[in-house]
């Protein structure tokens, strides 16, 4: 079965701190784009929203998915990870084969 990706509270509560400190919300874009030692890699920055985006949305707070990185984001969650090697966006995709070491460059 498809589905859409899926945002953990923790990325949310983490955009709801990063409104906190610029003192505006964002969205968080999640995209795909060729490229990375694997394959393709995520492209993840805050951005304003497009007409044909995915909005993910929670209490105010949004991650966008455009249309042509949504196939390869189905089923896949995206997540924030606070750990001793930085902390960071992270996506569980369960359409990558395989991944670098770093976590931003897949292959399908």
Request: charged share 20%; proline share 7%; hydrophobic share 40%.
């Amino acid at each position: 079965m498809t589905l859409p990706p899926r945002v953990t509270d923790r990325a949310f509560a983490r955009l709801a701190e990063i409104a906190d400190m610029t003192g505006a919300p964002r969205p968080l874009r999640v995209g795909v784009s060729g490229g990375g030692c694997s394959g393709f890699q995520y492209d993840i920055r805050l951005d304003d929203p497009a007409s044909d985006d995915l909005v993910l949305e929670k209490d105010g707070f949004k991650v966008l998915v455009d249309p042509v990185s949504l196939p390869f984001l189905q089923n896949a969650v995206i997540d924030f990870s606070d750990e001793l090697i930085g902390a960071r966006f992270v996506i569980e995709n369960p359409n990558a084969s395989s991944s670098c070491g770093c976590g931003t460059s897949f292959s399908v």
